[in-house]
């Protein structure tokens, strides 16, 4: 058991002999307990370097290095899900010194990724993908005619989505050679019920027992009554140890629960299932922050970690107050609202801590509904709320959002119901990379009707537009981003602003018009500053603020800033407007380009696409030469 997370690299001799998992099957089945003590070691360090995902990878170690040991990788297909799990995986499959590079600039990515080794089978950052991915390898490979094997870890959480159940029910249904292993660390469904239940596992894994369930089938297939007569009977004895039923149900055989971190059981078990016909379901339990004490004590607080700095002499200086995240801005708006309207529901999907509804849930515990890994749900839930008279608000992050559109049109905007979306990570969010990244949102809910979509450009406006969301009748949405604010004292006060009105941050006389969206508007303060150009906080993407911009028709040019995607977003929609109304300006649309911005810092990926304060100003510049 670690207790502090290592500054130094470890000595891990054996780990530093594997470079593929061809090198770890050439292994004798003793050296695997040193070799998974050594990689937890490894991953202490090399997370503590970078920071990143840790409590997830800790409890699948001794589950990592069993299935790359029996199953021959690449061929063999491993499909993870939640990709915090798979830091191990990366390990053992020849990028052990490449994750001292993770989630940083040029580095490698946080979750598994095609591009990036063959042994990523399938590209994972939202939840619940594994069991459909690998049927659908497993499908493919009956159709090729192939014996690859494919497998699917499903875990922290992800087995809550529906999609994971409608992946489960094709596969029972068409009799999928395939391995769905549940690896529940008490983030899942169920928690250890025994030696009982490990003793049963063992025998329904084993060879004997699937040759006696093989010849009973047999011997009964003329006597269909006492063919289900045995069934039944099978699935009862498993129900009382174990919670299977649901599985067997949906065509699998259910083995388990089982210790995780039991690896001779492990490699029993799955030896006994590799070769097995039909959909097999292994539960496995496992700890999540296995091996590190902190992270056992505390798996949600340690979800991931920052970087560690080595020990140094303290440096005595002047502490400064932290400013408040958005979501802190969300989250104690939230609770405002609600001590002043008791028919307020906030409604998340799994993401209490992220989106900060944690006061909320302890002072408002029974007008809190955290759904879990439920995007849809969470929106049609709203949906029937709002239609019996209840305010909801549901807070999600921006690329969550995406998993939910069809209930955003067809269950709230088409009935035009009173619903409000928080969207948390709009825009860019650094070192979770282009799965994670809100880039879209302002596009893809721009051509909803009745929406209301806003986009605050600081902390109190933040908090301005969310009551103004709230109190609007109707659809509404406030987009934010991660991180914190500029500093912007916060009115305490549940203030609302007029619907599609913008305000002026500077006016100027150069005839350059600057509409700035969120968070980049005061980043264009630089380009305003210097080129006396009129500022323009549009705050409403939907409905834009017309008058403004009529006011602005002799400009001599339009600039737009956003951080969305510009196919579709914002800036599109000031250009519509002109065009529409026949008012020939040359407007400059900087937002996000068309590509998937691979990971690095968030500042680091502004400079990239020139929506810092020297992007804006070199851009605007670059197109008044174009003019001249």
């Known amino acids: ?51 990143g995902h840790f409590g997830a990878g800790l409890g699948v170690v001794e589950l990592t290095v069993a299935l790359h040991y029996l199953y021959n990788t690449p061929e063999d297909r491993i499909v993870w899900d939640v990709g915090h799990q798979a830091y191990p995986h990366k390990i053992l499959t020849g990028r052990r010194e490449a994750l001292l590079t993770i989630r940083q600039e040029n580095g490698i990515s946080g979750f598994p990724k095609r591009e990036e080794s063959e042994y990523d089978t399938f590209g994972v950052g939202h939840s619940s993908t594994s069991i459909g991915a690998a049927l659908g390898m497993s499908l493919a490979a009956r159709a090729l005619g192939t014996n690859r094997k494919a497998v699917a870890v499903i875990g922290d959480g992800a087995m809550s989505a529906g999609m994971a159940f409608e992946a489960l029910n094709h596969a029972g ?8 292993i549940l690896n529940d660390n008490e983030m899942s469904i169920s928690k250890p019920v025994g030696a009982l239940s490990s003793y049963f596992a063992r025998i329904w894994a084993s060879k004997t027992y699937a040759n006696l369930r093989e010849g009973g089938r047999k ?28 599985f067997e149900e949906l065509g699998f055989n259910y083995i388990g629960p089982i210790d995780g971190h039991d690896m001779e059981l492990l490699l029993t078990t799955l030896s006994n299932l590799k070769d097995r016909k039909g959909p ?57 609202a609600a001590e002043q309207d008791p028919r307020l529901v906030a409604i998340t999907p799994a993401m209490k801590e992220g989106s ?42 921006s690329t969550f959002l995406q998993r939910a559109y069809d209930q955003l049109i067809h269950d709230v905007a088409l009935q035009n119901l009173d619903v409000l979306f928080a969207i948390d990570r709009a825009g860019l969010v650094g070192e979770d990379g282009p799965t994670h990244a809100g880039a879209y949102d302002l596009s893809y809910m721009r051509c909803i009707p009745k929406m209301v979509i ?19 009748k109707g659809p509404a949405a406030v987009r934010y981003p991660r991180g914190t604010g500029r500093g912007i004292a916060i009115e305490p006060t549940l203030e609302t602003i007029e619907i599609g009105k913008s305000r002026i941050l500077r006016t100027g006389s150069s005839g350059i018009v600057i509409c700035g969206f969120g968070r980049p508007t005061y980043d264009a303060l630089l380009a305003a500053d210097k080129l006396d150009a009129t500022l323009l906080d549009m705050r409403f993407v939907k409905p834009i603020d017309e008058q403004a911009l009529l006011s602005h028709r002799d400009a001599k040019l339009f600039v737009t800033v ?37 990971h690095a810092s968030h500042g680091a ?24």
């Open 1 to 51: 058991m670690f207790e502090t997370i290592p500054t130094t690299r470890p000595e891990t001799p054996l780990l530093d002999a594997i470079n593929a998992p061809a090198d770890l099957r050439a292994l004798d089945k003793q050296q695997l307990p040193q070799l998974v003590r050594e990689l937890r070691e490894f991953m202490l360090y090399s997370v503590g370097q970078t920071g």
């Open 173 to 180: 249904d068409v009799e999928a050679d395939m391995l769905v």
């Open 219 to 246: 011997v009964f297939s003329g006597l269909p009554s006492a063919l289900e007569l045995a069934r039944k009977a099978e699935e009862h004895m498993k129900g009382m140890v174990a919670p299977g039923t649901l």
């Open 280 to 336: 097999q379901f292994l539960h496995v339990i496992t700890k999540k922050g296995k091996g590190f004490e902190p992270a056992e004590g505390d798996p949600i607080g340690y979800h991931a970690i920052n970087k560690v700095e080595p020990e140094s002499e303290p440096v005595t200086k002047e502490k400064q107050p932290s400013l408040p995240k958005y979501s802190n801005i969300f989250g104690q708006w939230v609770c405002d």
């Open 356 to 397: 900060d509804l944690i006061a909320f849930a302890e002072r408002f515990p029974k007008r809190y509904f955290d759904v879990a890994i439920a995007e849809q749900h969470a929106v049609t839930l709203a949906a029937g709320m709002a239609c019996d008279g209840l305010k909801p608000v549901v807070a999600i992050y």
């Open 454 to 472: 806003m986009t605050p450009s600081d902390e109190d406006e933040c908090r301005k537009l969310l009551h103004t969301g709230y109190e609007y």
């Open 562 to 598: 956003e951080e969305n995607a510009i196919m579709g977003g914002a800036g599109s929609a000031v250009s519509e407007f002109l065009l529409a109304n026949h008012i020939q300006v040359p407007v400059l649309q900087l937002g996000l380009p068309d590509r998937y911005e691979e």
């Open 605 to 628: 990926m502004l400079k990239r696409v020139g929506l810092d304060a020297d992007g804006i100003l070199k851009a605007i510049k670059g197109k008044l030469e174009q003019l001249n």
